[in-house]
Nanobody, 120 residues
Framework: VQLQASGGGLVQPGGSLRLSCSASGSIFSISTMYWYRQAPGKQRELVASVTYGGVTNYMGSVKGRFTISRDNAKNTVYLQMNSLKPEDSAVYSC???????????????WGQGTQVTVSS
């Protein structure tokens, strides 16, 4: 199983970006999908999560600005980021728990990370 993230870049404060992360390979099912971020010198933070059924959770500082969603048919998770602030700058990584077949346990997989820089 491989996760491919995309959509990062440089944006001015107040701008928007949309991150995507798609899983490929032997996939039977995917449970909760996550977005994390890590800024230089800081610990990794859980930004948002979305269950298979669409229940979402967000870290406090992004509530009302970020929206996580998923397309189960495409094995893809999205993170729509609006009203971006300089403190949102970080490497954003996706994480999924994937079951390769009906007899296998869920295993954790990570995308490669995509840089988001918010600066004027």
């Amino acid at each position: 199983v491989q996760l491919q993230a995309s959509g990062g870049g440089l944006v001015q404060p107040g701008g928007s970006l949309r991150l995507s992360c798609s899983a490929s390979g032997s996939i039977f099912s995917i449970s909760t999908m996550y977005w994390y971020r890590q800024a230089p010198g800081k610990q990794r933070e859980l930004v948002a999560s979305v269950t298979y059924g669409g229940v979402t959770n967000y870290m406090g500082s992004v509530k009302g600005r970020f929206t996580i969603s998923r397309d189960n048919a495409k094995n893809t998770v999205y993170l729509q980021m609006n009203s971006l602030k300089p403190e949102d700058s970080a490497v954003y990584s996706c994480n999924m728990f994937v079951r390769a077949d009906g007899a296998s346990p869920f295993r954790s997989y990570w995308g490669q990370g995509t840089q988001v820089t918010v600066s004027s």
